[in-house]
């Protein structure tokens, strides 16, 4: 059974007396399934996801990363799977699971889950509500870092932006410095500095002589 919480789903999940291993806890491979089946109840059971026949043609399990915490033993009580969204990709979503019964958490997990493509199999594209319908489930903590992300795109952007446009006005200015003479104004250089320097010259050299 699914809960309700702002920005996690939540999947209450009793253990089995089968799951016990001869050890006298929850086998680990056993707790791997608890992941799974909070996700299948996320995409494929939750109301919003059935209502908008989201994931039609479910999806693939690309990765599990999974640190076991505390040993888990069979008891009355359920366990709570918690999941929520930590990016989402162009056709994956990176989810985090958490395994728990108050007040401790005995595994937690990180799983890439990819749409798929019924005719191929393959991964696909996420549609713009299976996003939506995503993005909800990201924690508050990690919406800030995404809007912290974007902050610094939009200012990297604008200050190369500033950057192009002063490099732009400098180069203009040293073209224009640099740009060639007409040639009237090489002809009256000529004729102008050229000669009096010419005609100076001459003078110097009588004075010497005389």
Same mark, same amino acid.
């Given at each position: 059974?699914?809960?309700?919480? $702002?920005?996690?789903?939540?999947?209450?999940?009793?253990?089995?007396? *089968?799951?016990?291993? %001869?050890?006298?806890?929850? @086998? @680990?491979?056993?707790?791997?399934? +608890?992941?799974? %089946?909070?996700? +299948?109840?996320?995409?494929?059971?939750?109301?919003?996801?059935?209502? &908008?026949?989201?994931? /039609?043609?479910?999806?693939?399990?690309?990765?599990?990363?999974?640190?076991?915490?505390?040993?888990?033993?069979?008891? /009355? &009580?359920?366990?709570?799977?918690?999941?929520?969204?930590?990016?989402?990709?162009?056709?994956?979503?990176?989810?985090?699971? @958490?395994?728990?019964?108050?007040? !401790?958490?005995?595994? #937690?997990?990180? =799983?890439?889950?990819?749409?798929?493509?019924?005719?191929?199999?393959?991964?696909?594209?996420?549609? /713009? @509500?299976?996003?939506?319908? !995503? *993005?909800?489930?990201? *924690?508050?903590?990690?919406?800030?870092?995404?809007? &912290? #992300?974007?902050?610094?795109?939009?200012?990297?952007?604008? =200050?190369? $932006?500033? %950057?192009?446009?002063?490099?732009?006005?400098?180069?203009?200015?040293?073209?224009?410095?640099?740009?060639?003479?007409?040639?009237?104004?090489? $002809?009256?250089? #000529?004729?102008?500095?050229?000669?009096?320097?010419?005609?100076?010259?001459?003078?110097?050299?009588?004075? *010497?002589?005389?």
């Amino acid at each position: 059974m699914s809960a309700l919480h $702002t920005g996690v789903h939540v999947l209450s999940c009793p253990t089995r007396w *089968s799951d016990v291993d %001869e050890n006298g806890h929850i @086998n @680990n491979a056993r707790l791997v399934g +608890y992941i799974q %089946e909070g996700i +299948y109840d996320l995409f494929c059971h939750h109301a919003t996801a059935v209502r &908008e026949s989201l994931f /039609p043609s479910g999806f693939i399990i690309a990765r599990h990363e999974i640190d076991y915490l505390e040993q888990l033993h069979h008891r /009355p &009580e359920p366990l709570s799977v918690r999941l929520t969204v930590e990016r989402i990709g162009r056709s994956s979503a990176h989810v985090e699971v @958490n395994v728990c019964r108050e007040p !401790l958490t005995f595994m #937690r997990a990180r =799983t890439v889950v990819v749409a798929r493509d019924r005719e191929s199999g393959r991964s696909r594209k996420l549609s /713009p @509500n299976e996003r939506r319908f !995503l *993005s909800a489930f990201m *924690s508050d903590r990690v919406a800030d870092r995404l809007a &912290e #992300r974007v902050a610094e795109r939009v200012a990297d952007r604008v =200050t190369a $932006t500033a %950057e192009r446009v002063s490099d732009r006005a400098c180069g203009d200015s040293v073209v224009a410095v640099a740009q060639p003479m007409a040639p009237a104004q090489r $002809t009256a250089a #000529r004729s102008g500095a050229g000669v009096g320097s010419s005609r100076g010259s001459r003078r110097r050299v009588r004075a *010497s002589a005389g």
